[in-house]
Every structure is written in structure tokens, then in C-alpha cells.
């Protein structure tokens, strides 16, 4: 498994699965153990089973370069989690000006200073245009609002899954 820009609060959970191969991979945290640009994943083709990458992919300068290089090192079968922000009323089509330089104008723009796009109703299409088979999970449904309170989740939230 592929994790990517890593989230301590997962790290020792799947470190400690003997069944599981853990990778943690990003361009500059220093939990990682390879530092890698997801533009140039630095994994043979076909060579990796799961990638699980939560709120990259809106930092990044090319999104569809990264999708290209995720299903590029998925093994065929092989499976992601790609989540992204997303900011309600969501947006039609996903948003990105790379004109827009300035923090505040990206804040502005993109919801947050250091994303480059606001994605939109489109991010599903978006993953399956870059060749994945997509499935969109909603899982919250299932969940009570107790439930949904407790762990403090949004009401909306869905689980992009794609498959190679």
C-alpha cells in the first residue's frame, strides 16, 4: 500500500498490519519514508496494490499528470482512495486558473491558500477520464446521526474508490 502525504493519525494502524506492505510517500514531510513527487511516482508500472491519498490532489499543479502516474504503478485489480475537498455549494465543474498566484487570492478562489483548483460535481467523471473505474461510496448514509455527530462528519461526505 501507497500512502500518500501520510496522516499520522493512520500511520501506526497500518504499520502495524503484518499482512501489509506500508509505503508512506510525499515531496517534502519528514514522515514519510520515500520522498517522491506524485507528478513522477518513482514505482515500476503495475507494482502496487492500494494507494490511499487524502487531500493531494488539489496542491498539485497537475492533477490529471498524478491520476496518470497513480493508475500508471496500480497492479490491474489494484485500488485508491483519492479524496478531495470539497466546498458547498460545490461547483459544476472543477475550478483552477493557474494565473492565480497570491494566498489570499488562492484562498479566495480555491478555498484554501495553497490549492490550485476547487474541485467540483465533475471529480468523479475527472478520475474515470484519467482510466479508473469509479465507484462513489456513501457510506455516511449508513451511518445515524449520532454516529455522523460523534466522529464529526460532514453530511455529504463521499468515498471516491477507483479501480485499475
Request: charged share 35%; glycine share 4%; proline share 5%.
Amino acid at each position: 500500500m501507497l500512502h500518500v502525504a501520510p496522516e499520522l493519525c493512520f500511520m501506526s494502524r497500518f504499520d502495524a498490519l503484518e499482512n501489509l506492505e506500508y509505503i508512506t510517500a510525499d515531496i517534502e514531510s519528514p514522515l514519510a519514508k520515500v520522498k517522491m513527487d506524485i507528478h513522477q511516482i518513482p514505482f515500476e508500472d503495475n507494482s502496487v496494490d492500494i494507494i490511499f491519498c487524502n487531500h493531494v490532489l488539489e496542491h498539485v499543479d497537475d492533477d490529471r499528470k498524478a491520476l496518470s502516474e497513480m493508475l500508471r504503478v496500480l497492479k490491474p485489480g489494484g485500488w485508491a482512495i483519492l479524496q478531495v475537498p470539497f466546498f458547498y455549494p460545490l461547483p459544476k465543474t472543477t475550478y483552477e486558473d493557474k494565473a492565480i498566484v497570491e494566498p489570499k487570492e488562492r484562498e479566495k478562489a480555491f478555498g484554501q491558500d495553497d490549492h490550485v483548483r476547487m474541485y467540483g460535481e465533475d471529480y468523479g467523471q475527472r478520475l474515470g477520464e484519467a482510466g479508473f473505474k469509479v465507484v462513489e461510496e456513501r457510506i455516511i448514509d449508513e451511518l445515524s446521526s449520532e454516529e455522523k455527530t460523534r466522529f464529526a462528519l460532514p453530511e455529504k461526505e463521499v468515498i471516491y474508490k477507483v479501480v485499475k
